[in-house]
């Protein structure tokens, strides 16, 4: 989408359909920016399981730790049990 949005913002367009696909390409961010309802209840479930800190949501936090290297839940699930592993090796 963006790459052919892109393509049309040429010295050729017109005025309006530069202004247009500047549009566009703003509302295209703003989606990027802001997480879906199904990502916020995901991360909220995992700053729980941070929050809770006992030996199964920690195991839960390391199963979700496990997954695909690229995506984000895996992300947000071993930088949940870094920030725990740092914790407690500060308030030891």
Do not use: Y
């Amino acid at each position: 989408k963006r790459q052919a949005l892109r393509a049309a913002l040429t010295d050729s367009a017109s005025a309006e359909m530069r202004r247009r696909v500047e549009d566009l390409l703003e509302k295209l961010d703003i989606e990027k920016r802001t997480p879906s309802a199904a990502r916020l209840q995901v991360l909220r479930a995992i700053e729980v399981l941070e929050r809770i800190d006992d030996l199964p949501a920690r195991q839960l936090l390391q199963t979700l730790a496990k997954g695909a290297p690229a995506a984000w839940r895996t992300r947000e699930a071993a930088a949940a049990l870094e920030r725990l592993t740092r914790h407690s090796a500060t308030s030891r």
